[in-house]
């Protein structure tokens, strides 16, 4: 189940932050989280494949300098536009985002 999902997270800086402090929490020490980077459905498979691996790993960088937590602790995946939020608007913006999902070790 995602804790969280980030959507145009660049300009959520202050929800990052937020999050990243929620994430030292220590009842989640013994956990890893998992970062879905999605895409919209503008471009080619493989562009968007890349382009949310990318967002995935930016996301998962930003967390670390805020929360001080190991970069291990953060697992990136890119699903491409594989697994739309809005499938009705294939391009809209609620489709680029970024899924967190609490995982044990």
């Known amino acids: 189940m995602p804790i969280t999902t980030i959507s145009r997270y660049r ?7 937020s999050l990243a402090t929620a994430l030292t929490d220590p009842r989640l020490a013994d956990k890893r989280f998992v970062l879905f980077g999605h895409t919209d459905a503008a471009g080619s498979d493989a562009y968007n494949l ?4 990318r967002r995935a790993e930016s ?3 930003a967390l670390v300098r ?3 937590l190991p970069r291990g602790r953060f697992v990136t ?3 491409g536009e594989r697994d739309l939020k809005n499938p009705y608007d ?7 985002r970024v899924q967190i999902l609490l995982v044990g070790r």
């Open 11 to 17: 300009r959520n800086t202050a929800r990052s932050t």
């Open 50 to 53: 890349e382009l949310s691996q």
């Open 59 to 61: 996301l998962a960088g």
């Open 66 to 68: 805020a929360s001080g």
């Open 77 to 79: 995946s890119g699903r």
């Open 90 to 96: 294939p391009e809209g913006a609620e489709n680029r």
